[in-house]
């Protein structure tokens, strides 16, 4: 993590990448990709709980149908187990619902019922996720980080784990 950044005061993740091109031309090209990222306490890490999210085929079929329509996908849940999809155009609002969805239980305490998080993808970023049903996932942990991103963990029957970030849109 770096606070020299073009970002300001913003902490970022920097890669820095070197690549030197063809032997005929000789010459190295560095390429920097800044990322910025919220640093939390580890009281707001130890407070994050990982809502359990159906494995995705249901999805697959209904994003299948829709990504052609539009760019943006708003995902919306919430610590009762609902789970909602909306696809947006200018001339349209298709929404999806699911609920009683799982999530692990919070240590000694429950959930707030009425805490929600919101997100807004991008539909081809979503439909790559989606391309995990093809793993047959025995589960997937989905995770809202505040203004920031949507994270999928699927866990598939080898004991593998796969982990997707999707940036949000601002």
Known sequence: ????????????????????????????????QEVPVKVWVKDQIDRLRLPDLRPPKELRSIVERLRSTCQVLVLLGDMSGNLNLTFETP????STFFRGLQHPAS????????????????????????????LSPRNVLCCFVEDAALVLRV????????????????
């Open 91 to 94: 001339l349209l609002s298709t």
């Open 155 to 170: 866990q598939t029957f080898e004991d593998a784990n796969l982990v997707f970030y999707l940036p949000c849109m601002l």
């Open 1 to 32: 993590v770096s606070t020299q950044s073009t970002w300001g005061a913003q902490p970022v993740l920097a890669f820095n990448i070197s690549v030197q091109a063809p032997a005929l031309d000789r010459a190295r090209h560095d390429i920097i």
């Open 107 to 134: 240590e000694g305490r429950a959930p707030d019922p009425h805490a929600r998080a919101e997100c807004r993808v991008e539909v081809k970023r979503f439909w790559s996720f989606l391309q995990c049903t093809l």
